[in-house]
T-cell receptor, first 112, second 112 residues
Framework: GAVVSQHPSRVICKSGTSVKIECRSL??????MFWYRQFPKQSLMLMAT?????????EQGVEKDKFLINHASLTLSTLTVTSAHPEDSSFYIC????????FGPGTRLTVL | QKEVEQNSGPLSVPEGAIASLNCTYS??????FFWYRQYSGKSPELIMF????GDKEDGRFTAQLNKASQYVSLLIRDSQPSDSATYLC????????????FGTGTRLTIIP
């Protein structure tokens, strides 16, 4: 139980394009999902907290207009990186919370 | 500011020995604590969580919590090479469905 999927697992795009990442809880309903970013050899950095049916809460320093989060249902949250630039290249990981946080497998984004 | 501190390591332990990973936290309001294992290039996976003072055992893993000392630890008995990973300690004010504060992780290497 408590399986979380992410799609795509890897994406390479040109600078200026937008990328959408999906996070799904497969066998449970999650009222809260979290989005993290992790740069090489660094720890997880929480970007935002997403609650179903309401606006996401962004951490300080995270641009909400650049990282659009939609939490349309209890099993799906999406992160859209708008007008991506090379400095947005990172490992993006979502988690879905019920009794604790269960992480998706992550999406590796490379912006050329 | 809430902080979770971990020794970054690397911590090297011979195969078959006990690996001891330590974590301290600054927020006395923290109620729940989590240990995640992260292999290189992968997302974190939950190993154990603990809410109450004392020890909690699950197979080869034992989590220990001392709220008076604000100290959490993870013991891994009969260490295996497959235990080599980065271990993340996290604390939360609720039972995991609110945002967690992560430590920077301890890199553990089991030496065959």
């Amino acid at each position: 139980g408590a399986v979380v999927s992410q799609h795509p697992s890897r994406v390479i795009c040109k600078s200026g394009t937008s990328v959408k990442i999906e996070c799904r809880s497969l066998d449970f309903q999650a009222t809260t999902m979290f989005w993290y970013r992790q740069f090489p050899k660094q720890s997880l950095m929480l970007m935002a907290t997403s609650n179903e049916g309401s606006k996401a809460t962004y951490e300080q320093g995270v641009e909400k207009d650049k990282f659009l989060i939609n939490h349309a249902s209890l099993t799906l949250s999406t992160l859209t990186v708008t007008s991506a630039h090379p400095e947005d290249s990172s490992f993006y990981i979502c988690s879905a919370a019920v009794d604790t946080q269960y992480f998706g497998p992550g999406t590796r984004l490379t912006v050329l | 500011q809430k902080e979770v501190e971990q020794n970054s390591g690397p911590l090297s332990v011979p195969e078959g020995a006990i690996a001891s990973l330590n974590c301290t936290y600054s927020d006395r309001g923290s109620q729940s604590f989590f240990w995640y294992r992260q292999y290189s290039g992968k997302s974190p996976e939950l190993i154990m969580f603990i809410y109450s003072n004392g020890d909690k055992e699950d197979g080869r893993f034992t989590a220990q919590l001392n709220k008076a000392s604000q100290y959490v630890s993870l013991l891994i008995r009969d260490s295996q090479p497959s235990d080599s990973a980065t271990y993340l300690c996290a604390g939360g004010s609720n039972f995991g469905n609110e945002k967690l504060t992560f430590g920077t992780g301890t890199r553990l290497t089991i030496i065959p």
